[in-house]
T-cell receptor
Framework: DTGVSQDPRHKITKRGQNVTFRCDPI?????LYWYRQTLGQGPEFLTY????????KSRLLSDRFSAERPKGSFSTLEIQRTEQGDSAMYLC????????????FGSGTRLTVV | AQRVTQPEKLLSVFKGAPVELKCNYS??????LFWYVQYSRQRLQLLLR??SRESIKGFTADLNKGETSFHLKKPFAQEEDSAMYYC?????????FGQGTELSVKP
């Protein structure tokens, strides 16, 4: 297990197109998180899963965003009808249910909407 | 809303000088506090946790409940400490991050 993997590393898309990102967490981790980070800001929480159940969604997550974690393994984050304001780094992290050991982050997917 | 505040966006020191990166939290119910670090071109990684009371790479952080602070300290900064540092707290089970402080250690 090489840690949390995210794909793709970079994505450039035209406004109005749909994009999908993938995250493969550490296999032993039950929880999987999605964050968004823009320049000069800390990571902002979007949503998280415990196994296959999506337990919480931030108010930041508009209806254009949807996330899934089928079978409690990898997760996908889809953004429909992208807008320029969606340009950001999308980070995935995973952890055990009890997060005292902290989260392990992936390298992120950088989205640029042109 | 629960907040984690890092008042300094940039902290610049010379090598060998002491460093203190400030962090204040608003949710007093959770004893869990974390510092994460992101070196240039690397992923965000855990630096240390309050619960383990550890010292990592010479850094320590003390929880001050009276001041609701969890400042990160190092007595003698090294050039390799230059990075972005984020303080984080899980008030509802999910980590909330501060805006980050960029530490620049000059030779």
């Amino acid at each position: 297990d090489t840690g949390v993997s995210q794909d793709p590393r970079h994505k450039i898309t035209k406004r109005g197109q749909n994009v999908t990102f993938r995250c493969d967490p550490i296999s032993e981790h039950n929880r999987l998180y999605w964050y968004r980070q823009t320049l000069g800001q800390g990571p902002e929480f979007l949503t998280y899963f415990q196994n296959e159940a999506q337990l919480e969604k931030s108010r930041l997550l508009s209806d254009r965003f949807s996330a899934e974690r089928p079978k409690g393994s990898f997760s996908t984050l889809e953004i429909q009808r992208t807008e320029q304001g969606d340009s950001a780094m999308y980070l995935c992290a995973s952890s055990f249910v009890r997060g005292h050991t902290g989260y392990t982050f992936g390298s992120g997917t950088r989205l640029t909407v042109v | 809303a629960q907040r984690v505040t890092q008042p300094e966006k940039l902290l610049s020191v010379f090598k060998g000088a002491p460093v203190e990166l400030k962090c204040n939290y608003s949710y007093s119910g959770s004893p869990e506090l974390f510092w994460y670090v992101q070196y240039s071109r690397q992923r965000l990684q855990l630096l240390l946790r309050h619960i383990s009371r550890e010292s990592i790479k010479g850094f320590t952080a003390d929880l001050n409940k009276g001041e609701t602070s969890f400042h990160l300290k190092k007595p003698f900064a090294q050039e390799e400490d230059s990075a972005m540092y984020y303080c984080a707290q899980p008030p509802s089970g999910v980590l909330i991050f501060g805006q980050g402080t960029e530490l620049s250690v000059k030779p």
